[in-house]
């Protein structure tokens, strides 16, 4: 079945320099609540600075909230809505990676609604209300090549009560309104983290495609994101100066944003979210890419969709791949070049005995995912996948 839906009402403006013509475009408001993440890089690196060196020429008022955590929490949301709501924002501004972008949209639904973020999650413990007043207007520029959270209406936040790390999203009006790609501003991105990010993004379209929830349109935008992380990934992590790998995997990341809005996710990143909802400094690509081997290994070995795997490897360099296991050899050829092969589950905490639990929290959370596997993983295979990967 290949038929598909597709929606995009997403503003979307490429290329390196876009941000300095911000100003030239129409702004959903009058008053901005700048989000950025509780690290230093927007401040240093000048970008908060040239972004509100944009809102002034425009005449738009801010406010800047400074909290998002790698992996945001919901706590944050919370606060962020509170903020929204005492400095009257008309819209939400996100700078900087995908956890700002997930965190804002949450943000902005909460901004316009009453109670707890998890009473409008639609699993685990969430209590699945509909969001009844529309959010405030969300407008991204992303910093980073990871989450593609630039071209979709979803966001993942942590419940840390609960230990719940979950997609939340409003399809009809959590899109982001307008969203400036700009490469410039992720070539001060450190190459560990460019790397984790760009697996992630790379991940987004490799599942999508493996998906059964793959079609013709979601095809066409993952190969291609595949075909641009192949090409331009290693050569971003050894210089993050090289502007056209920039450029490349800013397309990737960006296309990943698409492809999951017509295709989906599998179970991967289900059982990711477990392991950094309990290990809250475990990067989301860092979790991915430990998983990653023994995950794919899998659906290689039970013949899921042979052909598809070796189109992938094709797409990542190896032009005569002829059998599904030439993906494999290319992912870990690519991790070797990206100096990330060697990750460690126990560097961020996690000990074995913990699988059994990570595993019932995936499928608590965002059991929906298996659903997508076109090869059944059951919790034996889930725990033989972390055994492998566990270093």
Known sequence: MMGFRTYAPTKLIFGIGKLNSMHEIKMPGKNAMIVISNGKSTKENGSL??????????????????KIEANPLKSTVMEGAEFARKNKCDFVLALGGGSVMDAAKAIAAMATNDGDLWDYVGTGTG???IVKNIPLPVVTITTTAGTGSEADSWGVVTNEETNEKVGFGVEDYLYPVISIVDPELMKTVPPKLTAFQGFDALFHSVECYISKTANFMSDMYAITAIEYVGRYLSRAVKDGNDMAAREGMAFANTLGGIVMTISSCTSQHALEH?????????????????????????????HACDDRFIRMAQALGMKDANKPED???????????????DLKMSEYGITPDEFPKLIKNSRDTMGGLFDCDRVPINDKDCEAIFKESYK
């Open 49 to 66: 600075d040239r972004t509100i060196d944009q809102l002034k020429m425009s005449r738009i008022e801010y406010a800047v909230f400074d």
């Open 127 to 129: 209590k699945c209300k």
């Open 327 to 341: 993906f494999i050899y290319m992912l870990m050829e690519l991790e070797e070049e990206c100096n990330v092969a």
């Open 274 to 302: 477990a392991m950094s909802a309990y290990h809250q400094d475990l990067p989301h690509g860092a979790g991915l890419i430990m998983l990653s081997i023994a995950y794919f290994k899998h659906f290689v070995n039970n």
